[in-house]
């Protein structure tokens, strides 16, 4: 039975991040977390006051064996199918251009004049490649690419936005052809903190209205500095 | 120039194994690995069962990375969070509620050096002072079941007090650390 006493909750908290409640305990609690706020709100309290302990104990290098051993679990189930990510030669070679490009973009928005607070971000491919600049701008959002690259033919690349503390990534809608898009205001309101990605979808976009391809490029709004 | 390193960040990686990206998690497994790799072993004592404990949880991780939230916490302290309930859950398993006299315990500090060694961010540095003004032993019991995955059983054949008073005392410095910690 989970208290509704709220010190005894909280008791109960304490102890099942501690990790001194025995195996019937621990599975109570585990079952009651998904569908009481309350006890939620404890543990997680009780997490982040307890976090650093955890580092405590000193690091080791896991068997090196462990990591297949992971793989072949995931591969196992059926939800882990995922396109890899592979970035042919050329696109590489347009990456390292495109490194000084963007160093050249930043400093450019970091020179100019600004009425509002300024936010900016380096979209990242996987491979950490700077690939698109995004700015906000008046309540919206300007792309530009830094090495447009061909779209992989019968996909589109659909543009995502994670505000801080969202659950789910709200669409901004599909990336247009050529190195350049915008998005209007008040779809999104840019905030520092929000993650901005694209994603490699079917045609028309995602059928869910959730990301359902891989993560292309990936990178998080902050403020410019010094501006 | 603003923040736009994913390869260090694990709440990016998080992001990224939620929405499918290939080698996000190998990535994450990289960067974190030891470090949580080491919080299993401290509990379990075993590097077998430290593995299998690990195991679990990049499973679990894998499949709940979407469900990890920025604003209510470090990727660190989420991702730890879940490998010390997978190992915690083995450590049940493998019955835990009995009394040992472990002789590989206590091979890690957990007393002063312990807590020397948590880091001189504020938060620590906090938890750091809070956990000092704590009787001895009643701190020795917190750090054994956090960081050694302890049972009251245990603690208590390690500390040689009853079952009883080790329970009622971890409660109590739970209570005192918390309205410390306000």
Redesign the interface.
Same mark, same amino acid.
């Given at each position: 039975m989970i208290p509704s006493d709220s010190e005894a909750l909280?008791?109960l908290a304490?102890?099942h991040?501690?990790?001194?409640l025995?195996?019937r305990e621990?599975r109570e609690v585990?079952r009651a977390l998904p569908t009481h706020p309350a006890l939620r709100e404890a543990v997680?309290a009780w997490?982040?006051? +307890?976090? !650093?302990?955890?580092?405590?104990?000193?690091?080791?290098?896991?068997?090196p064996e462990?990591?297949g051993?992971?793989e072949a679990?995931?591969g196992a189930?059926p939800?882990?199918?995922?396109?890899?990510?592979r970035p042919g030669r050329l696109w590489k070679a347009w990456s390292l251009g495109s490194t000084a490009l963007a160093a050249g973009l930043?400093a450019f928005i970091l020179l100019r004049p600004a009425e509002e607070p300024r936010?900016?971000?380096?979209l990242?491919t996987?491979g950490?490649q700077?690939a698109w600049l995004v700015e906000a701008e008046r309540g919206g959002l300007r792309l530009a690419s830094l090495n447009p690259r061909p779209v992989e033919p019968g996909r589109v690349q659909q543009l995502w936005a +994670?505000p !801080?503390?969202a659950?789910a990534p709200v669409s901004l809608g599909l990336i247009p052809e050529g190195g350049q898009a915008s998005v209007a205001p008040g779809l999104v309101r840019p905030e520092p903190?929000m993650?901005i990605?694209i994603?490699l979808e079917p045609p028309g976009g995602s059928p869910t209205g959730r990301?359902?391809?891989?993560?292309l490029f990936?990178?998080?709004?902050?403020?410019?500095?010094g501006s | 120039?603003?923040?736009?390193?994913?390869?260090a960040?694990a709440a990016?990686l998080l992001?990224?194994i939620a929405?499918?990206?290939?080698?996000?998690?190998?990535r994450l497994?990289d960067a974190q690995?030891?470090?949580l790799?080491?919080?299993a072993?401290?509990?379990l004592r075993d590097?077998d069962a430290a593995?299998d404990a690990?195991?679990d949880a990049?499973?679990k991780i894998?499949?709940r990375a979407?469900?990890f939230?920025?604003?209510?916490?470090?990727a660190?302290?989420w991702l730890?969070?879940i490998v010390?309930?997978a190992a915690?859950?083995l450590a049940?398993?493998r019955g835990r509620?009995t009394p040992t006299d472990d002789p590989t315990l206590g091979d890690?500090p957990?007393e002063a050096e312990?807590l020397e060694?948590?880091?001189a961010?504020q938060?620590?540095g906090r938890?750091?002072d809070c956990l000092a003004a704590l009787e001895a032993r009643n701190r020795e019991g917190?750090?054994l079941?956090?960081?050694h995955?302890l049972?009251?059983a245990q603690?208590a054949a390690r500390l040689e007090l009853p079952l009883g008073t080790v329970k009622a005392w971890?409660?109590r410095g739970?209570?005192r650390?918390?309205g410390c910690?306000a």
């Open positions: 909280d008791a304490a102890e991040v501690l990790g001194t025995d195996a621990a585990s997680a997490e982040a006051r +307890l976090a !650093p302990l955890a580092d405590l104990a000193p690091p080791q290098a896991p068997p462990l990591w051993r992971i679990s995931l189930r939800e882990a199918v995922v396109t890899p990510l930043a936010m900016m971000t380096v990242l996987s950490d700077p +994670l !801080p503390g659950t903190g993650l990605e994603t990301p359902t391809g891989p993560i990936i990178g998080r709004l902050a403020p410019v500095r | 120039m603003p923040d736009t390193q994913p390869g960040d990016l992001r990224g929405a499918g990206e290939a080698g996000a998690l190998r497994y690995g030891a470090r790799f080491g919080m072993v401290a509990i590097r593995a690990l195991h990049v499973l894998a499949s979407g469900q939230d920025p604003l209510r916490g470090e660190s302290a730890a969070a010390r309930n915690l859950d049940r398993a509620e890690s957990v312990a060694r948590l880091a961010a938060q620590s938890l750091r917190i750090l079941a956090f960081v995955g049972s009251h603690i971890i409660r739970l209570v650390l918390k910690l």
